[in-house]
Nanobody, 127 residues
């Protein structure tokens, strides 16, 4: 059974930083692309960032480019999302997701390509 557990969310002032972590278990983490998504109240879930199995390829939503950085430590079965220069519009529940193997041309960016999801962690950015 694949289990993804996020941590690191919280309340931060605009302009501040947070680092989210997602600990994975249940299958060989290093084989799979991973991603982060977010969902604000009353809005649809949106893609934030994704990373290939090796960490060599990353994709970002335009709204977070230059502010957020996705990374992974395969030895620790963990993927991270470093969030800097946070804005109130970044407020959402952030979830990590496991895309599985086979993404040789780069990690996916659409939610339906991801197989497993964590429960999410709340990020609130105060103005």
């Amino acid at each position: 059974q694949v289990l993804l557990v996020e941590s690191g969310g919280g309340l931060v002032q605009a302009g501040g930083s947070l680092r989210l972590s997602c600990a994975a278990s249940g299958r060989t983490f290093s084989n799979y692309a991973m991603g982060w998504f977010r969902q604000a109240p009353g809005k649809v879930r949106e893609f934030v960032a994704s990373i290939s199995w090796s960490g060599g390829t990353t994709h970002y939503a335009e709204s977070v480019k230059g502010r957020f950085t996705i990374s992974r430590d395969n030895a620790k079965n963990t993927v991270y999302l470093q969030m800097n220069s946070l804005k109130p519009e970044d407020t959402a529940v952030y979830s990590c997701a496991d895309a599985g193997p086979g993404w040789v041309l780069g990690p996916p960016t659409q939610g339906h390509h991801f197989d497993y999801w964590g429960q999410g962690t709340q990020v609130t950015v105060a103005s």
